[in-house]
Structure formats: C-alpha cells, structure tokens
C-alpha cells in the first residue's frame, strides 16, 4: 500500500504542478465556469497548488513532515470541488469537467485516507 500512496503522490504533484503552471499563464476567465474566480485569487490558487506539491513530496526526505501529505491532498481535493462546485453553479451544459475534476477530487481523499488510515508515514 505505502508503495502505492507514493506512486500516487508523485504523480499528483506531477499533475498539481503542470496544473499551477498553467493558471499562471492563463487566466480563470478563459473557462466561463470559472470566470468568477478573480486574476489574483487565481493566481494565488497557483501559488496554494505548487506548495501542495512540496506538501506532497517532502515526506519522502523529511520524515517529520509527514502530516503534509495528507493535508495537501486535503487541500487540492478542496480546489477540484471548488472548481466542481463553480462549474454547476455557472449552469454550463457541458459536464466534462466535472468527469475530470471529481474523480481527481475522489483520488485525493484517497491519498489523504490512505496516509492518515492505511499506511501512515511515521
């Protein structure tokens, strides 16, 4: 199981990062769901997402900081359900990504279950 969390982990700060990346370099309002969110909200939902993917990693060389993980999956679960939210609420017809951001939402309760639950960093 630890071998899979951290396969998981990685790869979604691999995601999270590209993801952070790519707010800083286009704005909410190209999505119409997303329009709501302010530039500078935005962008410092870029800034949360990067610090997640350290929150996600550092476990790995920093044993003692191995509450981040669960928190930072946390935390971008809490984006993609804002995202999620913003989207249904918008009253867009299209549910594409809502396919794309709950399951990543379902995938980051996972990670964080699994390392509070399953197989803990100690």
């Known amino acids: 199981m630890n071998i899979l ?3 998981l982990q990685i790869l979604l700060a691999i ?3 590209i993801g ?3 707010k800083f370099s286009n704005p909410a309002q190209g999505m119409p769901s997303l329009a ?3 530039n500078t909200a935005w962008l410092g939902l870029g800034v949360i997402e990067l610090l997640c ?3 996600l990693i550092v476990p790995l060389l920093y044993k003692p ?3 981040l993980a669960p928190l930072a999956a946390l935390v971008i679960a809490a984006s993609m359900l804002l995202f999620s939210m913003l989207h249904w609420l918008s009253g867009e017809t299209n549910a594409g990504p809502l396919y794309y951001w709950l399951p990543l939402a379902a995938l980051c309760l996972f990670i964080s279950y699994g390392r509070l639950v399953l197989a803990p960093l100690k």
Do not use: D, E, Q
């Open 36 to 38: 709501a969110i302010p």
């Open 20 to 22: 952070a990346l790519w």
């Open 53 to 55: 993917c350290l929150g």
């Open 65 to 67: 900081g191995a509450m």
């Open 5 to 7: 969390l951290w396969t």
């Open 15 to 17: 995601h999270t990062a």
